[in-house]
């Protein structure tokens, strides 16, 4: 069921432009992202997508962590793939599991060391770390080991080390995943005040209320880019037409 929707869209407020051309990137020889070509530009862009359908990938790619096979993509013009310091002022990531991505024990250490890898002074890092606590509203964090925060709280340091460093946008994969109903509110309203643009990546619709765009990833391929009101209401359709069926009994070969 392909759709052809909007290929090109512009939104107001903090844009960013992400520009795909044959997009091909696999593992072992086993294809995960196949030909995306996509030119989008808005505020709230959503990925959404069945769970094995590229979405992780497809992140670590618009983030500049993996190159693409073949293919361009650009993130307001960059390769961040080739351009890595760019790449630290462009895009920020924030990963499903925060315990993949937090490797300092305490939480002024691990806000503070993004931003020396930008080239702040050990002081002006330390400067910025109390700002952003102060701007979260969580200054009594202040050297609070790691390990006494909650998964929630853990995801909330990443958001913070992350936003510290100012990106134009933050690419969101799967951030909610394992959450209850009251942390993902308030994490969402804490989102919600960044001023850069948002990439966000789940296979959950609910998820992706509030973006503007939406891409929806079937097998490795773009199914259809558009307005997300439409684009989610007929990824939900597929995805309650598929539940009726039993694909748990096809096998793989």
């Known amino acids: 069921m392909k759709m052809e929707l909007h290929?090109?869209?512009?939104?107001?407020?903090?844009?960013?432009?992400?520009?795909?051309?044959?997009?091909?990137?696999?593992?072992?020889?086993?294809?995960?992202?196949?030909?995306?070509?996509?030119?989008?530009?808005?505020?709230?862009i959503g990925i959404v997508g069945?769970?094995?359908?590229?979405?992780?990938?497809?992140?670590?790619?618009?983030?500049?962590?993996?190159?693409?096979?073949?293919?361009?993509?650009?993130?307001?013009?960059?390769?961040?793939?080739?351009?890595?310091?760019?790449?630290?002022?462009?895009?920020?990531?924030?990963?499903?599991?925060?315990?993949?991505?937090?490797?300092?024990?305490?939480?002024?250490?691990e806000i503070s060391f993004g931003l020396r890898q930008q080239g702040l002074s050990k002081d002006d890092a330390d400067q910025r770390c109390r700002n952003t606590l102060s701007q979260f509203g969580k200054s009594h964090w202040a050297g609070t080991p790691v390990t006494a925060l909650s998964q929630g709280q853990k995801h909330l340091l990443c958001l913070m080390a992350v936003a510290a460093m100012g990106p134009r946008m933050i690419i969101l994969d799967e951030p909610f995943t394992g959450l209850d109903i009251p942390t993902r509110m308030q994490l969402r309203r804490y989102l919600n005040r960044y001023a850069g643009g948002i990439a966000h990546v789940s296979h959950q619709p609910e998820d992706l209320i509030g973006c503007e765009i939406v891409i929806w990833l079937e097998k490795g391929s773009v199914e259809a880019t558009g307005a997300a009101d439409k684009v989610l209401r007929a990824f939900s359709d597929h995805m309650h037409h598929l539940g009726e069926l039993d694909d748990l009994s096809d096998l793989s070969v």
Not at 14 to 36: H, M, N, P, W
Not at 51 to 59: E, R
Request: aromatic residues 4%; proline residues 3%; hydrophobic residues 40%.
């Open 50 to 109: 069945r769970n094995g359908s590229g979405k992780s990938t497809l992140a670590r790619a618009l983030a500049g962590l993996i190159a693409p096979d073949s293919g361009t993509l650009k993130i307001n013009g960059h390769d961040l793939a080739k351009d890595r310091k760019t790449a630290l002022s462009e895009v920020g990531i924030l990963f499903q599991n925060p315990d993949h991505q937090i490797i300092f024990p305490t939480v002024d250490e």
């Open 7 to 44: 290929t090109s869209i512009q939104a107001d407020g903090a844009q960013t432009a992400l520009s795909l051309d044959g997009v091909f990137y696999g593992i072992e020889g086993r294809k995960i992202l196949r030909g995306l070509s996509i030119e989008v530009e808005a505020a709230r």
